[in-house]
């Protein structure tokens, strides 16, 4: 038996503690001090940009392919062992291109996609108007593109899924509970030190003893927390905020093609038709079409300046909130059901996301700084630890 501790419950940890509970020779304990779905992963809006993106080789593109695949069937299987239902879009991603957009750029995209058996398409502004009659093209859009196999989930109903799935498969969660450090005990076990601690009585009174767990794995994946949790094996791991702020509206009525709802997305600034009034699923329960009247907005991107914390910047929600109105004229008259934000972990330094083994120590493994792609890389994050725990 192979013991095997994940820090952080966020997407990626919860991916891993899944993909990690199909194998009963790992004896998993996940460990957060907040409930599951905190942080980044509460914030998200789980927009899985994945063909669409311009990445084409190399790891960048293997990780987003590997999740897409692996997407397609852990929704329904998740939904079968758990009971829980997952709002998952599967009506693709259309971008609009402004002016001074290279199309050519699409073009050799859409080739390149042709062949490594992935589709988007070029669309004209009429093809735009015809199948999204609420939105509003002005003169400077000039086509859009399609990405039919690109798609949206809820990362919160996701991550609550992913546990509940593990804790069924015997994965043991203790939340409530802060991961202080990390002891290398000898060659093959590390200890972690908990925050939370016990009364213990001795032969001479009563003493307070920390408590501490031995495992022969473990797996940083606290996002933003992660640096402090691997400092005390003296190493760095510099991530650092983005702080992301987004909306999350209730119009009248429904808005847009009840039998064509993607998301739609535009100069960064993304509108997720999401909620309950997502009714016309097959019987199997997939929304293959529907009309919504809950649309999340977002998201904006701030920088720390000098270093120092980052408050959220209203006028930067008003920004996007009011390009999203000047491509949806209907947001105009939606109500604001609640407004959020939260902060992404991003790698100093280095490409994200952070996946392997901290140097010097192939016992501790990092899966962290996903930056804004943590729900469309998690399923992939999951298969590449899980390849490295079982080598």
Known sequence: MVRVAIIGCGIVGASIAFELSQFPELKVTVFDKQPPAQGSTGAALGVLMGVISHKTKGRNWHLRETSLQRYETLIPELEAVTKRKIPFNKQGILMLCSEGEDLSKWEKLIATRRSQGWQLELWDVERVRDRCPHLYLNDKIIAAIYSPQDRQVDPTA???????AAKLKGVNFEFG?????????????????????????????????????NFDRLIVCAGLGSAAVTASLNQLVDIRPVLGQALHLLTPNPVGNPDFSPVITCDDVHIVPVGDSLPFGNPC?????????????????????????????????????????????????????????????????????????????????????????????????????????LQ
């Not at 996701?158 to 509940?164: G, Q």
Request: charge should be negative; proline fraction near 5%.
């Open 158 to 164: 996701l991550t609550l899924a992913l546990v509940d």
């Open 177 to 213: 509970v802060e991961v202080q450090g990390i002891t290398e005990l000898d060659s093959q076990v590390s200890q972690i030190q908990l925050a939370s601690s016990i009364a213990v009585n001795k032969s001479c009174g009563t003493g307070i003893l920390p408590l501490a767990e």
């Open 285 to 389: 329960g997939e929304r293959d079409s529907f009309a919504s009247r809950e649309f999340w907005v977002g998201a904006t991107v701030e920088f720390s300046e000098n270093g120092g914390e980052i408050e959220a910047n209203a006028d930067m929600l008003e920004q996007v909130m009011a390009r999203a109105i000047a491509l949806c004229p209907a947001l105009a008259f939606a109500s604001i059901i609640r407004k959020w934000s939260g902060l992404r972990p991003r790698p100093e330094g280095r490409p994200a996301p952070i996946i392997g083994t901290l140097p010097g120590n192939d016992r501790v493994l990092i899966a962290s700084g996903h930056y804004r792609n943590g729900v469309l890389l998690a399923p992939a994050t999951a298969r590449s630890i899980r390849e490295m725990i």
